[in-house]
């Protein structure tokens, strides 16, 4: 495949963008890691339940990052330079907001949320004492993923990748300290993440800071601006719910079948998350392109660009699944699984290679639309392609965990169709500021 200007741009953003991609789960790694080995199977296990919902948080908050994007590249691309800033400054504004009602809200429910995983006990203390102590840093987390949609939206994602490593190596050094070296426990190891995050969320402040000030921007909050953000970021929230409901109701299909099933069923969607962050660099490399291209008003280099990137999404797509192919006899013996489990795993495998072609185009054609500002679109096309999904996986649930894995890859379908179909229309072709 000859190598464009127009390909040259698009590497130039989803590189990076996959690497931060990939450091972001490194945070709860690293804590798995020097928690396990300091404190034990009982800490282990309160991290898994606070870690779970903390990450459940953070994904039905990624639109701060994603609109915030679209919102500043659309303007940008307009010329708009000062308007893009104050969508940017706007959108952090917000995510202070949410992160403060999340710890007003949270922090009291604490011990509710923990005991709805049936923990008790020690563990269950543990768990609400991370859980707590987290929660301070949800402003912090929120302001990165924000602050990462402005740069993103700017054609920046070299500085979000530089802030997610120096995040990561700051949170591993801080755990092991308070952890290993002063016994603060499983405190400890939720400390250096506030710390962490906090400091991430500082740089943020400061780049998007000295932008706002070179383009005359007021720090103040725009009350319109953040409502209306807050506006598009909830057709986002819905969309990111629906998908939410699919992931939770093949989880639990598969927990019904058996602790084998579950287990296969789990290292199968490990390694499709894996894979995930691959195809979604490309979609923030269309969110980006997309917003900017449309805010100049040129359609057709809008249509020219997600020719080319929906071309990359299925080769991508392609590659990914034949080394999934490759890999397939290894897999098993890197997650040292048993022999009923890997022998099931072995049988995932087959159709989480064959649909990845399928989700290299599913997340490009998402991300050019979130870049074209489409929300309402999205947030009702993932409602009734979770719905049509439902009674799918149910059905297929009776005939094993292989199918029940082949209804996401229906799923997968039925948002290829929904996608294809808005972008081959015009309505989402909106231009200007």
């Given at each position: ?136 840093g ?40 308070f ?6 426990g ?37 009350l ?16 990111t ?79 990914l ?99 294809v179909?808005?972008?081959?229309g ?8």
């Open positions: 495949m000859l190598i464009t200007p127009r390909d040259r741009e698009i590497l130039r953003l989803a590189v990076p963008a996959f690497a931060a991609l990939v450091a972001e789960p490194l945070f709860l790694l690293a804590d798995y890691a020097i928690v396990g080995h300091g404190l034990g199977t009982t800490a282990v296990g309160a991290l898994g339940v606070a870690g779970t919902v903390l990450a459940t948080l953070m994904n039905l908050c990624v639109f701060l990052a994603y609109g915030t994007t679209a919102s500043v590249a659309r303007q940008s691309g307009a010329g708009e330079h000062a308007r893009a800033m104050r969508s940017g400054v706007d959108g952090i504004w917000l995510a202070l907001a949410i992160g403060a009602v999340l710890i007003a809200v949270c922090w009291p429910l604490a011990p509710t949320i923990v005991g709805l995983f049936g923990t008790t006990g020690t563990q269950a203390e543990q768990a609400v004492t991370y859980l707590r102590i987290s929660l301070l949800a402003p912090g987390m929120l302001v990165v993923l924000a602050g990462t949609g402005v740069l993103r939206g700017l054609r920046d994602t070299v500085t979000p990748l530089v802030v997610a490593v120096g995040s990561f190596a700051a949170n591993a050094a801080l755990n092991a300290w952890v290993l070296g002063l016994g603060w499983i405190a400890g190891s939720a400390w250096g993440t506030v710390l962490a995050q906090t400091l991430g969320a500082a740089v943020y402040l400061v780049v998007v800071a000295r932008g706002a000030r070179r383009m005359g921007t007021p720090l103040t909050p725009g319109q601006g953040v409502k209306q953000a807050g506006t598009a970021g909830f057709a986002l929230f819905i969309r719910v629906s998908m939410r409901v699919v992931t939770l109701a093949a989880t639990v299909l598969a927990t019904r079948m058996g602790q084998a099933e579950l287990a296969a069923f789990a290292l199968a969607t490990q390694v499709w998350t894996l894979l995930v962050f691959a195809l979604d660099a490309i979609a923030i490399a269309g969110q980006t392109i997309t917003g900017r291209s449309l805010g100049a008003g040129d359609v057709a280099a809008t249509r020219a660009a997600t020719k080319r990137m929906v071309q990359w999404g299925a080769w991508s797509g392609a590659v699944g034949l080394l999934v192919v490759a890999a397939r006899p290894v897999l098993p013996g890197l997650f040292d699984a048993e022999e009923r489990v890997a022998g099931m795993l072995l049988d995932l495998l087959w159709p989480v290679a064959l649909f990845q072609p399928v989700s290299g185009v599913v997340f490009v054609l998402d991300g050019v639309l979130i870049g074209a500002g489409d929300q309402r679109y999205l947030a009702w096309a993932a409602v009734w392609t979770t719905l049509a999904y439902l009674p799918a996986a149910l059905l297929a649930s009776g005939y094993g965990v292989v199918a029940l894995w082949c209804a996401l890859g229906v799923w997968m379908v039925a948002r290829l169709i929904t996608l179909r808005r972008a081959s015009t309505a989402w072709l909106v231009t200007g500021a």
